[in-house]
């Protein structure tokens, strides 16, 4: 069992750019999930891929697109990035399981 | 779209003392339950979740869960906290079988004082 890892684990962008952040799920989940946890708040449902479709989406604008590969691994992308974008960046993967998410350390992105 | 509301933001206990956090979900079908904790500069960890059936859960490192349908309720307990349970606690709801989205409290900041 590898676990969910997540790069990088710090980011600082400027207001306006473009980011992408990775995970690599647990060996044999093929679905993954992101989350946004802002300072002080639990993590709020951005999307989910299962077997590299999109099949669930939260309260999020389009700037904020994912991707997820053969492999299982996955991208979240943030265009235009704004500074309420500063927060902490959950990855969770499972095996087409109702809650057995393994969630990853997060990468805390800083926009300035 | 289900909601989650956990009472207590921040709890400072004894250690040895018991522990009880609160959880209560909005949504009139079938629910997932769960209880997540977040040990300082550690990723999320399962503590215990419902699907069905007994409604008292029993969890990793000796906390527990017990379902109250009539009242929306997941209520987390530990007879007698340790140090090492200084966390953040968080419930989580998802809505049945066909729903993956996990929908969180804001979390419960415990302090346990040595």
């Known amino acids: 069992e590898t676990g969910v890892t997540q790069s990088p684990t710090h980011l600082i962008k400027t207001r306006g750019q473009q980011v992408t952040l990775r995970c690599s799920s647990q060996s044999g989940h093929n679905t993954v999930s992101w989350y946004q946890q802002a300072l002080g708040q639990g993590p709020q449902f951005i999307f989910q891929?299962?077997?590299?479709?999109?099949?669930g989406r939260g309260n999020f604008p389009p700037r904020f697109s994912g991707l997820q590969f053969p492999n299982y691994s996955s991208e979240l992308n943030v265009n235009a990035l704004e500074l309420d974008d500063s927060a902490l960046y959950l990855c969770?993967?499972?095996?087409?399981?109702?809650?057995?998410?393994?969630f990853g350390s997060g990468t805390r992105l800083t926009v300035v | 779209a289900q909601s989650v509301s956990q009472h207590n933001h921040h709890v400072i206990l004894s250690e040895a003392a018991s522990l009880e956090l609160g959880c209560n979900y909005s949504y009139g079908g079938t629910v997932n339950l769960f209880w997540y904790v977040q040990y300082p500069g550690q990723h999320l960890q399962l503590l215990l979740k419902y699907f069905s059936g007994d409604p008292l859960v029993k969890g990793i490192k000796g906390f527990e869960a017990e379902f109250i349908k009539s009242k929306f309720s997941f209520n987390l307990r530990k007879p007698s906290v340790q140090w090492s349970d200084t966390a953040e606690y968080f419930c989580a709801v998802n809505a049945g079988s066909n729903d993956y989205k996990l929908s969180f409290g804001a979390g419960t900041t415990v302090t346990v004082r040595a």
């Open positions: 891929y299962y077997r590299e479709e999109e099949n």
């Open positions: 969770a993967s499972s095996l087409e399981d109702r809650g057995g998410y393994t």
